[in-house]
Structures are given as structure tokens and as C-alpha cells.
């Protein structure tokens, strides 16, 4: 029996809705004021220096621009490892796929000291730059989910949905591999140039994809009272699970590798015991609170059936991840270019210490206005298209279910 | 067409820093944004610890990181103008990709914090798009070579003068600050080093006295391992960098 799955709008009548809609709107129009001041008054009165270049609001950009490419997992699943479960999930994903990377590029535009020439860089490209390719991958893969989506949601366009599904994840995993070699392909810093920097950035953007997209469905789910089964929330999690897990081999083997070379010494104590908070976020943030209670949480027997408890693990996984690219981001820039390896160098350009930067509040607006500007897009978007299945239930999802159900088996792990 | 390059000799160096100030006053240049800087390292260790010290000026690069990294080509170096890596500040995006890619720390954005107050881009409020207009302002500028007073929002760096350098006699073989018909031409670090510690000439000339220097006392790049083969040189045996030095014995 093949199951049916009715996708409909929601109402989006409520307070509530109406409250959350404002709400975003009043992120948006921080992020708009942060940028106008940027423009008015320049990147001085941002934290951001000659040495740390790249601040907060690229933590931000590089978040949402990486978890756009893994918010996509759902639906690659459904139409690429032909795991049918997942498919009324695929619509979600695509939109979340492109509004987060909507997002991100808009914060990373605004974050430009010439964000008016945003032309000049539609119309000049040198091909060596990964920032040039990016240009095209980013826009690239916003055009594909777009297909991808008409695909899914045109009943006649339906049997083309899974070439394009796998061209998106194709592209989606050559995209996350551009934005993650920003940083390998740097040899002047010695936090970055490394390519295992590519499939770190893809495992991350995994797990960040799936802990927004799990939020996302979650919120979307609870707060207009569709039915979500607990099959579906079980397979998610466990793969939000393993994908955590996936990210900390990856960071494990980064800093084992740096630790093995000598010269490189110098850059891991300072991002991994001295180097003030980036250390206290590595650890802190990023591995204990973003990594290892998010798998105590969602792999306990007990705690991880509560949705309450999954909920928290993902949003202790965003934290995680943004930990995790500020130490990367950031702490790559704090650490002074080894000009003399083994030698204390001095000059009246700061060179040779650690460069300060503090996050100012210019920089936290402009980031949530990526973050706001994302969100309200699906927010809007749900009201308006068929973006969510009526219901999620058990027996809806998955029609294996209903029928152990009956026989009153347990139902299938994922 | 010439190769332009410098050779700094450390055993002369006193670290003065007149060359930075030199470079400062030469390109409009606010506090902080040194285009021309001198580094200082300690070597070895209390009691027989030493202070020793290296300009650093853009290295315009045989093959520059900031040149390959740039997206929009606002980063180029050109063969026609001697090899000196420029900034188009028509095309520049303020992306700072180059800054966090060029190894040597050298290239400098203008909209940061002032290092200095009072804050000279209020004292002196910029016009016609520039960061700030001093009194005096160097009547060159070329926006697509990023000479002038910088713009902002843009990445600024040294052009190993090329606004002097451009105007030298075709063939000319070293643009030498002790000759009078050629001194006009000589970058203003060169020009103005008291102890004559810098050479400014042709890299791609067998004849001239900047490759002679760097065959005869064997001059080394800095960070040469990165591939970036700057077109600087160093020469000096007591103050060679410690990089291309064989480490003491233990």
C-alpha cells in the first residue's frame, strides 16, 4: 500500500504567527541598521582590525551559508539514498536550503567594505579565486533547490525530481567544499591551509543542516498542532547523532595531524590551552557543549525520547558549530603570521602578538539580521506554498509502521 | 620591460624607521596603515639576547597569494609595470580575502580603528571619496594602480612607488639615489634610508647592481618556502633572517 502524503498551508492567522512574524522583522531591520552604520561610518566601529579581518558577521555568513548545504540532507535522502520516509521532509528541506543560504549571503555582502559593488563582482571573476567560484556555487545551488523544489511540488514534474535531486546534492557537496577550502587553500595562516578543512566543513554542515532543520520542523509542527510521529523525530536525531559524532572525528584528526608537525605547535597551544577564548570556546563550547551532550542526549535511552531534550541537543548543536567557526574563523586570524619561526617578533603594526578583537554589537545585529532574514522567509513561505505534509504521524510516514502497528511489533529503528 | 626589485642589506639597517615615515608622508598614508614597516625580533637568549630588525615592504611577489585569492581581479600583478603587484580600487569589494592570504601581513584596510588620536580622518574629513585629505597630498594618483589617498572600504599596500618609478628612463638598469638624473625616480624608502641599507633596480637586467648583490652575498626571500617568490631580497651574513639560518647546534 503506498502511503499519500496532503501538504498544505498553514493557517499563519494566529498572535502567535503575526508575534513571531514581527519579531524576525525586527532582526531584519537590526541586521539593516547595522549595515547602514557600517556604510556611514566604516568598519571601525566594528571590532574587526588589520589583523582580524574577518569578525563575527562571517561567523555568522559561514554558519548559515554551511548549514544551507546540510539543510538539504533531508530531502538528498529521500530522493538520492531512496529512503522513502523521508520524502514528505524533502519540500522543508529544500526551502530551508535556500533561505539559510539567502541569509548567509546577505550578511556576507553587507559585511563587504564595498557591499554597492556587488556587481563588480557579477562581472569580474578570476578564475584561481575560490571567493569567484563560490559566486557561482552559491548562486548555482539556489537555482537548482529551486528546480529541485518545482520538481518535487509539480505533481506532472514529479519522475525529473530525482536527477535533480541528485545534481543539488552533488552540487551541495562541491559547495561545501568551496567554502571549507576558503580557508584550506590559505597558506599564509597557519590555522587553515590544510585540506582536511573540506570534508570537515561537509561533515559540519550536516550536522548544523539537520539541528536547524530538526528545529525548524519541530517549531513548525508544535507551535499549528499537525501531527509529528516519533518514528520520523527517532531517525532524525539518531543521524543528527552520528553526524555530531562525524564532526568530532574530523576535528580530532585536524588538530592530530597540526599536533604531529612541529612548526604548527605554536598555533595549536594557542587554540587549544593559552590562547584566552578561543581554548575556553574550543572546549567549552564547542566539544563539550556542542558535541559531547548533544550525543549523551540524544543516544540516552531514557532522556532522548523526550522532544523537549531533542530540541535542546540541537540548539546545543548550533551553539556548537558557531564555537566552532568563531575558534576556526577567528582564532585563525588572532595568531600572529609566524614570520621567524622561533623568534619573538615586534613591530609598531602589532606584529608577532596576538591580535585582539571583540565582537561589537554592530556585528551581533548584522549576523541575527542574516539569522531573522533566513527565518522569516520560511516563515512566510509556509503560509503561502505547500511546504509542510499535513501530517507527520507514524502511520503517514512511514507505512511499514502502521502495519507493525497492527502486529503490534515496536516499530522500525532507524 | 624592467622586473622591479629591492635589496635590503640588514648588516646595514640600523631600524630606524625612516623609511616608514618616508613612506607615510610619500603616500598619504593615515597612522597605522604602514605600508612600509620594520620589524623587530629577539635572538637568542639573556645574557647574550639580541634585538635584531627587518623592513618589510609589500614584496610584490612573482607569484602572489593575494593576487590568486582576489575574486573580482581588483589584485593584479602586472608585467608591464615592472612586476609590482597593484590594487584596482575601482574594482576592489572590500572583501579582505588578500589580507588574511599574503603572507607577509602587508596590505592594509582603511576604514579600521584609528591607532592614533586624534582620529586623523576627522581632522582632516575626507573628500571625493577619500579616507581623509591631509594638507599636503601627493598630486599622483591612479586609482587603478592604488596610488593615492585611499578610498574607502578598499585594501590599500605599497606600489613600490610607482607613481616616481614609472616616470625612469626605458633600460635604465638601477633607479640609484645618489644619481642626480635618476634620483626623482627612486622609491621614497630607498631615497630617504640614511645608511643607504636599500637598492632599487631592474631584477631581469644581468647588469644591474641589485643582481649583482643578490648573486655575489647571496640574498634570500623571506618565507620562500610559501612559493610566493617575492621580488624583495635581504642580504647580510650578522643579520640574515633567521629562517634561511642552520639552527644553533644543542
Not at chain 2, 603587484?85 to 592570504?101: H, Q, R, T
Request: proline fraction near 6%.
Amino acid at each position: 500500500m503506498k502511503a499519500m502524503t496532503h501538504f498544505r498551508e498553514i493557517e499563519g492567522r494566529s498572535k502567535g504567527y503575526y508575534g513571531l512574524l514581527v519579531l524576525l522583522l525586527f532582526g531584519i531591520g537590526l541586521g539593516l541598521v547595522a549595515a547602514a552604520l557600517k556604510g556611514t561610518y566604516g568598519h571601525h566601529i566594528t571590532g574587526m582590525n588589520n589583523h582580524v579581518v574577518w569578525g563575527l558577521p562571517h561567523v555568522f555568513a559561514i554558519f548559515l551559508i554551511v548549514a544551507a548545504s546540510g539543510a538539504l540532507n533531508v530531502a538528498s535522502i529521500a530522493s538520492v539514498f531512496g529512503r522513502k520516509a523521508y520524502k514528505p521532509l524533502a519540500p522543508l528541506s529544500g526551502l530551508l536550503a535556500i533561505t539559510l543560504l539567502v541569509g548567509g549571503l546577505a550578511v556576507l555582502v553587507l559585511d563587504l567594505g564595498r557591499p554597492d559593488r556587488l556587481i563588480v563582482a557579477m562581472t569580474h571573476y578570476n578564475f584561481k579565486s575560490i571567493f569567484a567560484w563560490n559566486i557561482f556555487l552559491y548562486t548555482g545551488f539556489i537555482a537548482i533547490v529551486a528546480v529541485y523544489l518545482w520538481f518535487m511540488m509539480e505533481r506532472r514534474m514529479n519522475p525529473h525530481s530525482t536527477k535533480v535531486g541528485y545534481l543539488a546534492f552533488i552540487w551541495r557537496l562541491i559547495l561545501t567544499t568551496g567554502t571549507g577550502s576558503i580557508f584550506g587553500f590559505l597558506v599564509a595562516r597557519e590555522a587553515y591551509d590544510a585540506a582536511i578543512l573540506a570534508p570537515l566543513f561537509i561533515a559540519l554542515s550536516f550536522s548544523l543542516g539537520l539541528a536547524v532543520f530538526l528545529l525548524v520542523l519541530m517549531a513548525a509542527y508544535n507551535w499549528t498542532g499537525r501531527p509529528l510521529g516519533d518514528a520520523i523525530l527517532r531517525r532524525l536525531k539518531n543521524l543528527l547523532g552520528i553526524f555530531v559524532a562525524g564532526v568530532l572525528y574530523f576535528v580530532a584528526v585536524y588538530h592530530l595531524t597540526n599536533l604531529y608537525a612541529t612548526r604548527l605547535h605554536g598555533v595549536e597551544a594557542f587554540l587549544l590551552v593559552h590562547g584566552g577564548i578561543y581554548p575556553f570556546l574550543f572546549w567549552f563550547g564547542q566539544i563539550a557543549l556542542g558535541s559531547v551532550l548533544p550525543l549523551v542526549l540524544l543516544f540516552h535511552p531514557v532522556w532522548s525520547r523526550c522532544r523537549a531534550v531533542i530540541a535542546a541537543a540541537c540548539g546545543l548543536v548550533i551553539l556548537g558549530g558557531l564555537a566552532q567557526l568563531y575558534v576556526t574563523i577567528i582564532g585563525g586570524q588572532a595568531y600572529p603570521l609566524d614570520l621567524f619561526p622561533g623568534h619573538d617578533v615586534s613591530s609598531s603594526f602589532f606584529d608577532g602578538v596576538v591580535a585582539p578583537y571583540t565582537p561589537s554589537a554592530v556585528e551581533w545585529m548584522l549576523g541575527i539580521g542574516g539569522v531573522a532574514l533566513a527565518l522569516f522567509m520560511v516563515t512566510v513561505a509556509i503560509k503561502f506554498l505547500r511546504f509542510l505534509p499535513e501530517s507527520l504521524a507514524d502511520d503517514k510516514v512511514d507505512p511499514h509502521h502502521a502495519a507493525q502497528a497492527a502486529a503490534g511489533a515496536e516499530p522500525a529503528k532507524a | 620591460m624592467a622586473k622591479w626589485g629591492m635589496v635590503i642589506d640588514l648588516d646595514k639597517c640600523t631600524g630606524c624607521q625612516a623609511c616608514t615615515t618616508a613612506c607615510g608622508m610619500e603616500n598619504n598614508t593615515l597612522p597605522g596603515e604602514n605600508w612600509q614597516d620594520v620589524l623587530y625580533y629577539t635572538e637568542g637568549e639573556y645574557p647574550s639576547a639580541q634585538m635584531k630588525w627587518l623592513p618589510r615592504p609589500c614584496m610584490q611577489c612573482e607569484n602572489p597569494s593575494c593576487v590568486h585569492v582576489c575574486p573580482t581581479r581588483a589584485t593584479y600583478k602586472d608585467m608591464d609595470a615592472g612586476g609590482i603587484v597593484f590594487v584596482d580600487w575601482n574594482k576592489c569589494i572590500g572583501c579582505k580575502y588578500c589580507m588574511i592570504a599574503c603572507p607577509y601581513g602587508v596590505r592594509f584596510y582603511t576604514d579600521e580603528s584609528p591607532l592614533l588620536e586624534p582620529n586623523l580622518t576627522k581632522v582632516f574629513p575626507g573628500r571625493d571619496g577619500q579616507q581623509w585629505s591631509p594638507p599636503y597630498q601627493n598630486p599622483n594618483v591612479d586609482w587603478r594602480r592604488g596610488i593615492g589617498i585611499q578610498p574607502k572600504g578598499v585594501v590599500s599596500k605599497c606600489t613600490f612607488c610607482y607613481h616616481k618609478v614609472s616616470k625612469a628612463p626605458e633600460g635604465v638598469a638601477d633607479l640609484d639615489e645618489d644619481n642626480p638624473e635618476l634620483v626623482e625616480y627612486v622609491p621614497a624608502c630607498v631615497r630617504t634610508c640614511p645608511p643607504k641599507a636599500r637598492y632599487f633596480g631592474d631584477l631581469d637586467n644581468p647588469g644591474s647592481n641589485v643582481n649583482k648583490l643578490v648573486a655575489d652575498r647571496k640574498g634570500v626571500r623571506l618565507l620562500d618556502h610559501t612559493g610566493n617568490r617575492p621580488q624583495v631580497y635581504y642580504l647580510g651574513s650578522g643579520a640574515s633572517i633567521p629562517a634561511f639560518r642552520p639552527a644553533p647546534k644543542a
